[in-house]
């Protein structure tokens, strides 16, 4: 999956790609491109599984003897999309190089969504507009017919799988701010999955945007040789194009999406999922979030910890998790850091209360410029039903935590990929679940870190006044004195004196460039 580049290092295949489709964009907003690009992954990966088991039916070998391969019935049996003719890729590839190859794409989507109730409204018909040019569209579709190309076809829809997700990463990036509302940065997503560990039960993500959480629980389950068919998924999103791109993200990874829905009014107005109470609740809401309904909710029985301010919905979130957790349900989530000390309209109560309940297990402090849409400061906070170590039926099972909170301080870790965004690297996604892990599980080998990570009372807690940075809690690192003044002061001097040069090289250009400024007189 990975070429050498100019430099002679490996370059993987997804990157690769990113490159020459963000070349065929041209002068198309990213925000529109990203579905031309992902539609298009997408069909191939829907047609591949088909003519994968077309062939088997064609053959007409064993269980398949007699079988018709245009039944849909077949392909439904097997879980898998049934794909009209002229939808194919093999006929799309025959029509790329058509002035109306737009059109013919267009029609292919409709056309799967005819024969497939579960993609109804789901794919995307952008391929005829005329900002699209339909040379660069057919380039496209050449370029996307070689992914995984010779590749075993469930080999080719894994790998379709990973440049879908990556994709979705690398619009985020290209579209800023906007690119957060569908999109949780992947080291984020695989924290909260990490540290939760959901094995087995119901996942749900109540403002789920593109699906990430739930694409990622599947692998953490698959990669620690678990079932996937023990976990099942829930989601809502109040966003129709995000939700578009979630139905997408779950088909192409084989992951059953029926239960995630969507509705214009969101998870407080209209919850689409009154009645569940889930196992692990995994999510990133947006934040402070003043428009959220909350003067029409005021007496809602979700608020058993005390009615959230109508001017940000932080503690209606929490709430409203806390209402659709199991018995013994877990919650992993992440809110603005204000939360953690916040006391206008109530919220400093309802969080007392939260504590004196015993429902908060773990705070994390994350650091700085991780999330695309804002540069607000963010926490994760955990949050369990049973902390008492008793009855919870799990094969890792869990010590008695009761009147105990972990804090960590990890806003020293992480690393700039480019000037605005830090990601968490492996090893720092390890450093801190396995914190956490050594100090809620029964054979854990926990201690405090100073500057790191503290387990505090709750009575040290109602000390501090009920606030939850992890700050307060951890304390300053113990530094080694290891300063050498000699080589800071001269690796300063350095770049002092590099500054000056650039700066003066810079004057040069531009009184050369003020010389060749005519001005009529």
């Keep these: 999956m990975a070429k050498k580049n100019g430099n002679g290092t490996e370059e993987p295949l997804e990157k690769q790609l990113w490159k020459s489709a963000d070349k065929l964009r041209k002068n198309i907003d990213a925000a529109e491109y990203k579905h031309v690009v992902l539609g298009l992954i997408f069909l191939k990966y829907i047609s591949d599984a088909f003519e994968e088991l077309y062939d088997k039916l064609k053959a007409g070998e064993g269980e398949y003897a007699g079988a018709d391969p245009e039944d849909k019935d077949e392909y439904k049996a097997e879980n898998v999309f049934f794909v009209p003719e002229k939808a194919r890729w093999s006929y799309l590839l025959s029509q790329a190089k058509q002035p109306t190859i737009g059109k013919s794409v267009d029609e292919a989507m409709d056309f799967i969504e005819k024969e497939n109730v579960s993609l109804k409204s789901v794919l995307p018909k952008v391929y005829a507009r005329q900002n699209l040019d339909p040379t660069s569209l057919g380039e496209l579709i050449d370029l996307i017919g070689n992914i995984a190309l010779g590749d075993a076809k469930a080999r080719s829809a894994d790998v379709l799988g990973h440049v879908f997700e990556y994709f979705l990463g690398e619009f985020a990036l290209?579209?800023?701010?906007?690119?957060?509302?569908?999109?949780?940065?992947?080291?984020?997503?695989?924290?909260?999955?990490?540290?939760?560990?959901?094995?087995?039960?119901?996942?749900?993500?109540?403002?789920?945007?593109?699906?990430?959480?739930?694409?990622?629980?599947?692998?953490?389950?698959?990669?620690?040789?678990?079932?996937?068919?023990?976990?099942?998924?829930?989601?809502?999103?109040?966003?129709?194009?995000?939700?578009?791109?979630?139905?997408?993200?779950?088909?192409?990874?084989?992951?059953?999406?029926?239960?995630?829905?969507?509705?214009?009014?969101?998870?407080?107005?209209?919850?689409?999922?009154?009645?569940?109470?889930?196992?692990?609740i995994i999510a990133n809401p947006p934040f402070n979030v003043s428009d959220w309904s909350g003067d029409l909710l005021r007496k809602d029985g979700r608020w058993k910890y005390g009615t959230p301010p109508t001017g940000n919905a932080n503690y209606a979130w929490i709430q409203h998790f806390l209402y659709h957790l199991a018995p013994s349900g877990q919650a992993g989530f992440v809110l603005a850091k204000g939360a953690l000390t916040s006391k206008s309209g109530g919220e400093g109560d309802i969080r007392k209360e939260l504590v004196e309940a015993d429902l908060i297990d773990c705070i994390v402090n994350l650091p700085a410029k991780l999330f695309l849409n804002t540069q607000i400061p963010a926490s994760l906070w955990f949050m369990s039903r049973n902390r008492s170590g008793k009855g919870n039926g799990l094969s890792f099972p869990y010590r008695n935590r009761t009147g105990e909170i972990l804090f960590i301080d990890a806003r020293n870790l992480g690393h700039l990929i480019n000037r605005r965004t830090k990601v968490l690297s492996e090893d720092d996604i390890q450093t801190i679940a396995d914190t956490y892990h050594n100090w809620r599980n029964t054979d854990g080998n926990y201690e405090d870190v100073k500057g790191f990570c503290a387990s505090a009372t709750k009575e040290r807690v109602a000390e501090l006044d009920y606030v939850l940075t992890p700050g307060r809690y951890v304390g300053l690192a113990e530094e080694e004195d290891d300063f050498d003044f000699t080589e800071r002061f001269t690796s300063l001097k350095a770049e002092f004196e590099a500054q000056l040069k650039e700066e003066a090289e810079l004057n040069e250009r531009i009184a050369a460039n003020l010389q060749k400024v005519k001005i009529d007189e």
């Design 174 to 280: 290209a579209e800023g701010k906007k690119g957060g509302q569908f999109y949780t940065p992947r080291s984020v997503v695989e924290l909260l999955v990490e540290m939760l560990e959901p094995y087995k039960g119901r996942v749900f993500d109540p403002c789920c945007g593109s699906g990430g959480m739930f694409v990622q629980s599947e692998e953490f389950v698959t990669e620690h040789q678990g079932k996937i068919n023990d976990i099942s998924i829930y989601g809502q999103e109040s966003n129709q194009t995000t939700w578009r791109l979630a139905k997408m993200n779950l088909a192409i990874r084989g992951i059953d999406s029926s239960q995630v829905k969507w509705n214009n009014e969101g998870s407080f107005l209209n919850d689409a999922h009154k009645d569940l109470k889930a196992d692990y």
